[in-house]
T-cell receptor, first 112, second 112 residues
Framework: ELKVEQNPLFLSMQEGKNYTIYCNYS?????LYWYRQDPGKSLESLFV?????AVKQEGRLMASLDTKARLSTLHITAAVHDLSATYFC????????????FGQGTELSVKP | NAGVMQNPRHLVRRRGQEARLRCSPM?????VYWYRQLPEEGLKFMVY????????ESGMPKERFSAEFPKEGPSILRIQQVVRGDSAAYFC??????????FGQGTRLTVV
């Protein structure tokens, strides 16, 4: 059974600092997603990672994928308050028809 | 092209009543997924449907829950005889075959 684990689950950061969120998964995956969720809102797609060594960046966020280690990271550079949200990774396997298995989420709070 | 539309956005039901949640996929999307998010938790897969077919219902509770995606009209997630533990946010996502899914705004069900 595919399992996805994130850590940390809670992260309190100061503005301007850097940090990394980790996403480990238990079996092979075909696509890995990172989402952002603000309180009471839906999921906003941030990144889709397909292949080993994939790296994508958007603003202060950068995501990478190591399929051999079954690990993805979401790196935050010089955090700002607007990044406060809950971040989820999710894994998809093609032979399961597009179903996503989510991690528990990382609640990020960026303080001035 | 409108996004995935869910309604109602908020639904309050008394214990024992029925809840019907609707999801209209994006135009051209033939695959629909339902996920449940309990408070302070990640999203859990419930069911995957294509038009008139349930493809994977491995995440659906065995009793009281059912889903359909008729030839015409939205996908419906139906919860009979709701209990307090059914209170959650229910998200629908849709996709074309083998492509990224997009999420709706969710329906927040409160059972009183």
């Amino acid at each position: 059974e595919l399992k996805v684990e994130q850590n940390p689950l809670f992260l309190s950061m100061q503005e301007g600092k850097n940090y990394t969120i980790y996403c480990n998964y238990s079996t092979t995956s075909d696509r890995l997603y990172w989402y952002r969720q603000d309180p009471g809102k839906s999921l906003e797609s941030l990144f889709v990672l397909l292949s080993n060594g994939a790296v994508k960046q958007e603003g202060r966020l950068m995501a990478s994928l190591d399929t051999k280690a079954r690990l993805s990271t979401l790196h935050i550079t010089a955090a700002v308050h607007d990044l406060s949200a809950t971040y989820f990774c999710a894994v998809e396997r093609y032979n399961q028809g597009g179903k996503l298995i989510f991690g528990q989420g990382t609640e990020l709070s960026v303080k001035p | 092209n409108a996004g995935v539309m869910q309604n109602p956005r908020h639904l309050v039901r008394r214990r024992g009543q029925e809840a019907r949640l609707r999801c209209s996929p994006m135009k051209g999307h033939s695959h629909v997924y339902w996920y449940r998010q309990l408070p302070e938790e990640g999203l859990k897969f419930m069911v995957y449907l294509q038009k008139e077919n349930i493809i994977d219902e491995s995440g659906m509770p065995k009793e009281r829950f059912s889903a359909e995606f008729p030839k015409e009209g939205p996908s419906i997630l139906r919860i009979q005889q709701v209990v307090r533990g059914d209170s959650a946010a229910y998200f629908c996502a849709s996709s074309p075959p083998s492509a990224e899914a997009f999420f709706g705004q969710g329906t927040r069900l409160t059972v009183v």
